[in-house]
């Protein structure tokens, strides 16, 4: 099961809200468990005090002599939870108050003076108690076993209830806050991912033909990828138009050879038929030609990994070499190899393929080809530059050339077909290409590309 992205969002977040309260429950319980015990200690201390505070002088009888009224009402009321015992620690004297009536327990004793302890104690019923004893003499000569130890101590269940009522209340609370947490996280991540909703609603309106591109106002970490998704979009929408234009140019291309050929197969009394047809079979090859490699031509494409020109370079340079191996042309390859070309492969291999094949073609030995990035009008430029030491191009060769375009031509002598894919390819890319002559008085063809 593949979970959305909204239910892995609100999982993991329920997930760290859970432990974050659960630590946060634990903590607060333990501090407010502290904070009670801390607040008992100080009032057993300060029932200590008061005891001692109300304790009467030793009498003739030399015994410590406790007032029928003490200070605190609970000590008069057995079972009132607040207790208090007053022994000698030589044994011979213990008072308790009225409220240990039934208790069956000791509390603390046998405390040197200025000592205090405090301890739980387990009463003979089964009740938990909290004791605090403070030893005293009444004259600072007195030994240890001359003086007395005050007790003091409080049931538990008081305590026990005062924590668990801090917890139920602390528990609601949380509770009550995990679960607005959880409402204002949903809401949040709802807000949060509007905008992927709203590419999913712009992608069916353009398989829907409703729009052609992704067209609502996206936050900056998602530009990137609808920017792309877009050139991809447009990418394949001038892919198909071109391939739509090539059909078309194609068509009509043909339709001259053929009407030529219809013409002379119709007229037996031509003369030269044979060379009439052969040398338009020749020129409808080449138009196929002309047309499928255009049509083949891929252009910029989204999300392609850019080419190592050295690579492309290099390779073509081992093919040439062994085609023209009787030539024996000198190739001068200057290519570094952190210059890139941002495009297809194949439209590298085929601009290069052209320009470097013409060069061979036409030299008489020496070939030169550089790539280097250059700095451009508005961007860095690829500047791409194949020159030979042959008769060159005639400058009005040239200019019909590059007035070409898209347009077929059969050849123009020396540099034909091969130059307008050349041309349709920059054109594609948005590049320039120019054409002058080299440092051998040959042909020098540049070209100028965008380099991102």
């Known amino acids: 099961m593949i979970l959305s992205l909204t239910s892995r969002l609100l999982l993991a977040g329920s997930v760290v809200l859970a432990a974050f309260l659960s630590l946060t429950s634990y903590a ?5 468990g502290d904070s009670a015990e801390e607040a008992l200690k100080s009032r057993l201390q300060a029932h200590a005090v008061g005891l001692i505070a109300a304790a009467e002088q030793l009498g003739e009888d030399g015994q410590l002599h406790m007032p029928a009224s003490l200070p605190e009402s609970r000590y ?18 213990r008072w308790q108050s009225p409220s240990m009536s039934g208790l069956n327990t000791a509390l603390l004793s046998g405390l040197s003076s200025g000592a205090d302890r405090y301890q739980r104690l387990l009463a003979a019923d089964g009740k938990e108690l909290y004791a605090f004893g403070l030893g005293v003499t009444w004259d600072l000569s ?3 076993s001359e003086g007395y130890t005050f007790s003091v101590a409080e049931d538990m269940a008081g305590y026990y209830a005062q924590v668990s009522d801090f917890r139920g209340r602390l528990l609601g609370w949380l509770g009550s806050a995990a679960l607005v947490l959880l409402a204002v996280m949903g809401g949040v991540l709802r807000w949060s991912l509007a905008p992927m909703r709203e590419v999913a609603t712009d992608l069916s309106g353009i398989e829907a033909g409703q729009q052609h591109q992704l067209e609502g106002r996206y936050p900056k970490e998602m530009r990137t ?14 892919h198909l138009e071109r391939y739509r234009h090539t059909l078309s140019d194609l068509a009509h291309s043909l339709k001259t050879p053929l009407a030529v050929l219809r013409g002379s197969l119709g007229n037996p009394s031509c003369e030269g038929l044979n060379d009439v047809i052969s040398e338009q079979v020749q020129r409808m ?4 030609d002309y047309q499928l490699q255009r049509a083949a031509t891929s252009g910029r494409f989204p999300l392609a990994a850019p080419v190592a020109v050295s690579r492309i370079a290099t390779k073509m340079q081992a093919s040439l070499n062994k085609v023209y191996a009787d030539k024996h042309v000198q190739c001068h390859l200057n290519a570094a190899e952190g210059v890139l070309f941002h495009g297809d ?7 290069l393929g052209n320009l470097m094949d013409n060069a061979y073609k036409w030299s008489r ?4 080809v550089s790539a280097r990035v250059v700095p451009g009008e508005t961007h860095p430029e690829l500047e791409l530059q194949v020159e030979d030491d042959g008769p060159g191009i005639d400058a009005a060769l040239a200019r019909e050339a590059l007035q070409r375009g898209v347009r077929h031509d059969p050849a123009t002598p020396g540099h034909g077909i091969g130059l307008a894919i050349v041309q349709d390819i920059v054109q594609l890319y948005d590049g320039k290409l120019t054409l002058g002559r080299s440092r051998w008085n040959g042909a020098r063809i540049t070209v100028s590309l965008p380099s991102t």
């Open 28 to 32: 607060l319980d333990r501090a407010f």
């Open 76 to 93: 008069a009321s057995p079972g009132s939870g607040l207790y208090a015992e007053v022994s000698s620690n030589n044994g011979r004297q």
């Open 142 to 144: 007195e030994e240890a």
């Open 225 to 238: 990828l609808t920017d792309n998704i877009n050139a991809l979009l447009t990418s394949q929408r001038d």
């Open 285 to 288: 090859n080449e138009i196929v």
């Open 345 to 351: 492969e194949g439209d590298l291999l085929e601009l």
């Open 365 to 368: 030995q020496q070939v030169a």
